[in-house]
């Protein structure tokens, strides 16, 4: 098998391209660099006899050219993500996720199956407005509370991604796969997600440690877990066509039980202050998997525990 992982060099990207590589895949990965690392971990899969990494911009139509030809599955894991770099710069999630999405469109050849990576900030709204219910399948109504609002770019700019590839991979003879990620975490994610920037604070010391939402509600999926759901989707004929979630409903955690849980990997024993959440950050998420279930089988396999000692064991000696 032949695959083109497009924004390889990121979190889910590069884990994602160690296990196709595991799988007996040839594996081309392109990115753009501008959150992705040429760190010793990319290094590392750069050495790999079966790897090519191309460094190129997607909203660029050109940037597509020097990947060639033949690859059986694509995924599309390039976008600008992140809360900060959304609130920071909205025009940028738009222009960057919308025009990578149509170049890699546009340039599907038949036979192609591609994998299209959206979120579930798509409920944002529809939670924060009491009309969907958590856990929440993927057959809610989605809501926007208001458009201008900077936070709303990134999850539009993943909807018309993902009408973009349900209407126009069949009519390049291709087939989509759109999957819904639910907060997955894991070694080499950057310092800006909670579980990461929690273990980071209590390891350089914090006391009293903030922690922010501590009422709120998250279900946690360690990467691992979603990169093989990921698999099992590109692999299951019944996912055509289909938004799925990929998450992990067994571990939803309150945040406040999430910052003990932290204490206790990481061994630091400040005092803990409760904070307010973010503004528009929703009360609770929490997906639910049926369909996941049904389509493939998949079972999430990696504890809160578990899943938080492993990405303390890569964080403990990480410099930012
Ligand atoms: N991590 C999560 O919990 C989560 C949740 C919901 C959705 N997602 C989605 O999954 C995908 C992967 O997320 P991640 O956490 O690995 O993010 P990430 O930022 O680590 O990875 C995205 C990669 O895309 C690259 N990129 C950005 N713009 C590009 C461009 N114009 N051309 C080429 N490369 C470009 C970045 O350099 C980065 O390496 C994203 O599409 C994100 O929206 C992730």
Same mark, same amino acid.
């Given at each position: 098998?032949?695959?083109?992982?497009?924004?390889?060099?990121?979190?889910?990207?590069?884990?994602?391209?160690?296990?196709?590589?595991?799988?007996?895949?040839?594996?081309?990965?392109?990115?753009?660099?501008?959150?992705?690392?040429?760190?010793?971990?990319?290094?590392?899969?750069?050495?790999?006899?079966?790897?090519?990494?191309?460094?190129?911009?997607?909203?660029?139509?050109?940037?597509?050219?020097?990947?060639?030809?033949?690859?059986?599955? *694509?995924?599309?894991?390039?976008?600008?993500?992140? *809360?900060? @770099?959304?609130?920071?710069?909205?025009?940028?999630?738009?222009?960057?996720?919308?025009?990578?999405?149509? @170049?890699?469109?546009?340039?599907?050849?038949?036979?192609?199956?591609?994998?299209?990576?959206?979120?579930?900030?798509? /409920?944002?709204?529809?939670?924060?407005?009491?009309?969907?219910? %958590?856990?929440?399948?993927?057959?809610?109504?989605?809501? *926007?509370?208001? *458009?201008?609002?900077?936070?709303?770019?990134?999850?539009?700019?993943?909807?018309?991604?993902?009408?973009?590839?349900?209407?126009?991979?069949?009519?390049?003879?291709?087939?989509?796969?759109?999957?819904?990620?639910? @907060?997955? /975490?894991?070694?080499?994610?950057?310092?800006?997600?909670?579980?990461?920037?929690?273990?980071?604070?209590?390891?350089?010391?914090?006391?009293?440690?903030?922690?922010?939402?501590?009422?709120? /509600?998250?279900?946690?999926?360690? %990467?691992?877990?979603?990169?093989?759901?990921?698999?099992?989707?590109?692999?299951?004929?019944?996912?055509?066509?289909? %938004?799925?979630?990929?998450?992990?409903?067994?571990?939803?955690? @309150?945040?406040?039980?999430?910052?003990?849980?932290?204490?206790?990997?990481?061994?630091?024993?400040?005092?803990?202050?409760?904070?307010?959440?973010?503004?528009?950050?929703?009360?609770?998420?929490?997906?639910?998997?049926?369909?996941?279930?049904?389509?493939?089988?998949?079972?999430?396999?990696?504890?809160?525990?578990?899943?938080?000692?492993?990405?303390?064991?890569? /964080?403990?000696?990480?410099?930012?």
């Amino acid at each position: 098998m032949r695959s083109l992982v497009l924004g390889g060099a990121g979190f889910i990207g590069l884990h994602l391209t160690r296990r196709l590589l595991a799988d007996g895949h040839e594996v081309t990965v392109v990115d753009d660099f501008s959150r992705g690392r040429h760190d010793e971990e990319l290094a590392l899969v750069q050495q790999h006899e079966r790897v090519h990494v191309v460094s190129a911009d997607l909203t660029d139509p050109r940037s597509l050219d020097e990947v060639g030809h033949g690859h059986d599955h *694509v995924y599309l894991l390039a976008a600008v993500v992140g *809360v900060r @770099n959304v609130e920071r710069d909205p025009s940028r999630v738009i222009r960057v996720n919308t025009l990578s999405a149509l @170049n890699v469109l546009d340039w599907l050849h038949p036979g192609q199956r591609v994998f299209f990576a959206s979120t579930s900030e798509v /409920y944002a709204g529809g939670v924060a407005a009491g009309v969907v219910p %958590v856990p929440t399948g993927e057959d809610v109504p989605v809501l *926007v509370e208001d *458009v201008g609002a900077p936070r709303f770019a990134y999850a539009i700019s993943k909807l018309l991604g993902e009408a973009a590839f349900l209407h126009g991979a069949t009519a390049r003879g291709a087939s989509a796969v759109i999957g819904r990620f639910h @907060n997955v /975490y894991g070694p080499r994610m950057g310092a800006d997600h909670v579980i990461p920037e929690m273990l980071l604070r209590a390891r350089d010391g914090e006391d009293p440690l903030t922690v922010w939402g501590a009422e709120q /509600y998250r279900a946690f999926c360690f %990467v691992d877990d979603a990169v093989e759901a990921v698999i099992r989707l590109m692999a299951a004929p019944g996912a055509a066509g289909r %938004v799925v979630h990929i998450g992990d409903d067994t571990a939803e955690t @309150n945040i406040a039980d999430l910052a003990k849980l932290v204490l206790r990997t990481t061994g630091a024993t400040p005092d803990v202050v409760p904070a307010p959440a973010p503004t528009g950050s929703v009360a609770r998420r929490c997906p639910d998997l049926s369909l996941l279930r049904e389509l493939t089988g998949f079972e999430p396999e990696t504890s809160l525990e578990e899943g938080v000692r492993r990405t303390w064991e890569w /964080y403990a000696g990480w410099q930012r």
